[in-house]
């Protein structure tokens, strides 16, 4: 959010002139003013004793392979909705990011001395079940841990189904985005989106959308394709997106139980990602012909900004490459692992980031270096196709879930070319 403010200058006469001041990035400024407020102010007796220590710790980590790092902090494994998909939400003590390991996690990541920019995303469960001073402090954190060069961003997931009003005030003023889980129409989001008493979420997350509108919060929707969804009518989607003001929207495929080995039944509501990329293709079709005027689907402008400009790079880190070395979840204990999309996986667990730092963990996981190892053998066996530039093999957990579960997966394509191929032909007529 920048913004250019006119600013009344004094002329050498006395008289007045009014010039514009130079840009205003809001959200770094309001950071920046939590940032400054004293930590008596801002933290309890506790707190400040454990801070007090903590700034007296200097650490001194090796570099990692990432020039940004994007940190999916699992706040909390609390959650107030029991999806039937979901392999996210925990109960009990313990599944919520304690302050010590919330400063010593931020203060271990902003110590990396290569990387330049930090993408935190506020994870659940459900995060605005937390006190939002909690998050005032975990800006006040990063304030006071970052270095001079480095940038910060933080965005919100949420399942939108009850949002308090001092999240909405704090969002507000902080100028933070908000991600919003939804699942299509309200006949397939209600069959599975379902509040801890096995009640349907759909009104209550238009509502949710109705509040942040009235706020000036931004927000856009992340959509699960599973089975459902996937053999829905995509007019009817989209019509019903547009009518409840949901205008930017993103999609991502099921993940099946990562316990599963190859030959087990992923279960009825999985696709694979052949009929994913179908599905994408479908909507395409309808969104060109209807909605890309209305909707933003940010997949969509992303390929055919990158197909349109060889050159240009898709940011979405599904097509972004590196993404193994780039993108870690913090657990509420203090673990790291890899991309959320890997929960449950044996040997995810990287370690504690509580006494580590990220270099040595990823050097001395089995499962970092299997990684490293599936993306170099990729790369090897696609980067002769035809689209290899613009979508870098795609996802890797997207091509370890096809060799388990696609017998046809013959590994040559990531299988994404059928998309950015629709994509081509129709922006070409």
């Known amino acids: 959010m920048d913004t250019i403010i006119p600013i009344k200058y004094l002329n050498s006469d006395g008289s007045s002139i009014l010039k514009k001041a130079p840009k205003v990035n809001y959200?770094?400024?309001?950071?920046?003013?939590?940032?400054?407020?004293?930590?008596?102010?801002?933290l309890d007796d506790d707190e400040l004793a454990l801070y007090n220590e903590e700034i007296g710790i200097q650490f001194s980590p090796e570099i990692i392979n990432a020039n940004k790092l994007v940190v999916v902090v699992k706040a909390t494994r609390l959650c107030?909705?029991?999806?039937?998909?979901?392999?996210s939400w925990a109960e009990g003590k313990g599944?919520?990011?304690?302050?010590?390991?919330?400063?010593?996690?931020?203060?271990?990541?902003?110590s990396i001395p290569n990387v330049k920019r930090f993408e935190f995303v506020w994870h659940g469960g459900e995060v605005t079940l937390l006190n939002v001073n909690y998050f005032k402090k975990l800006i006040w954190l990063q304030e006071r841990f970052k270095k001079p060069d480095q940038v910060i961003t933080n965005s919100v997931q949420t399942n939108a189904v009850n949002i308090p009003e001092d999240w909405l005030v704090f969002l507000k003023g902080i100028g933070m985005g908000v991600g919003i889980s939804v699942d299509g129409i309200p006949e397939i989001h209600d069959s599975r989106r379902l509040d801890y008493r096995g009640r349907p979420t759909s009104h209550k997350v238009a509502a949710g959308m109705k509040k942040l509108r009235s706020y000036g919060i931004p927000y856009g929707a992340l959509v699960v394709v599973d089975r459902d969804v996937y053999e829905s009518n995509i007019e009817k989607m989209l019509s019903y997106f547009y009518e409840i003001g949901l205008t930017d929207i993103e999609f991502l495929n099921i993940v099946p139980d990562n316990r599963c080995q190859p030959g087990d039944d992923p279960g009825g509501s999985y696709i694979t990602y052949h009929n994913y990329i179908n599905f994408l293709s479908n909507v395409f079709r309808?969104?060109?012909?209807?909605?890309?005027?209305?909707?933003?689907?940010?997949?969509?402008?992303?390929?055919?900004?990158?197909?349109?400009s060889s050159q240009k790079k898709i940011s979405d880190c599904y097509w972004a490459g590196n993404c193994s070395q780039e993108i870690i979840t913090l657990e509420p204990n203090g673990t790291v692992s890899a991309c959320d999309k890997y929960v449950g996986a044996e040997g995810n667990n990287y370690g504690s980031i509580i006494d580590n730092n990220l270099a040595s963990l990823l050097?001395?996981?089995?499962?970092?270096?299997?990684?490293?190892?599936?993306?170099?053998?990729?790369y090897e066996k696609m980067h002769q196709c035809k689209w290899f530039h613009l979508c870098n093999g795609g996802c890797p957990h997207d091509r370890v879930t096809n060799r388990?579960?696609?017998?046809?997966?013959?590994?040559?394509?990531?299988?994404?070319?059928?998309?950015?191929e629709t994509i081509r032909q129709t922006i070409a007529a």
Not at 27 to 42: D, M, S, T, V
Not at 98 to 105: A, D, K, V, W
Not at 363 to 378: G, P, V
Request: proline share 2%.
């Open 286 to 308: 309808v969104w060109w012909d209807g909605y890309k005027d209305k909707i933003n689907i940010r997949l969509f402008d992303g390929f055919i900004d990158s197909i349109k």
């Open 404 to 420: 388990k579960h696609n017998p046809n997966y013959d590994g040559s394509c990531c299988g994404t070319g059928g998309l950015l």
């Open 363 to 378: 050097a001395k996981s089995d499962t970092n270096k299997n990684h490293l190892i599936e993306e170099k053998e990729s």
């Open 80 to 87: 107030n909705l029991r999806c039937t998909y979901c392999h």
């Open 95 to 110: 599944n919520t990011l304690t302050f010590f390991n919330l400063m010593r996690s931020i203060h271990r990541f902003l």
């Open 27 to 42: 959200r770094q400024l309001a950071c920046r003013i939590i940032g400054e407020i004293p930590a008596e102010k801002i």
